[in-house]
């Protein structure tokens, strides 16, 4: 009888090590995005102002990557400006 609680037990410890392993494969996935939204979200800065804070390495290759795709992005995606009305009356 105490064989089959300690093997209940261990089956119990086994599958709770598992959770917890996939719970932090998910955590590092997270993780990930986020420092890629966190090198757009810097690279949308730099595009509005070109002064780096102090904290950002624009040595960073990583950085490099996403500014490269960013401006890449931009250029496909930018249309000509038409005035409005408005401007076109004045």
Request: net charge negative.
């Amino acid at each position: 009888m105490r064989t089959d609680h300690v093997l209940s037990l261990n089956n119990h410890l086994l599958a709770s090590a598992e959770n917890i392993g996939e719970a932090i494969r998910v955590r590092e996935e997270e993780i990930k995005g986020l420092r890629k939204l966190q090198g757009l979200l810097l690279t949308a800065a730099e595009v509005e102002n070109p002064v780096f804070p102090s904290f950002v390495s624009s040595g960073d290759e990583g950085f490099k990557r996403v500014a490269e795709a960013a401006s890449e992005a931009e250029r496909r995606n930018t249309r000509p400006v038409t005035p409005s009305l408005g401007d076109q009356a004045a």
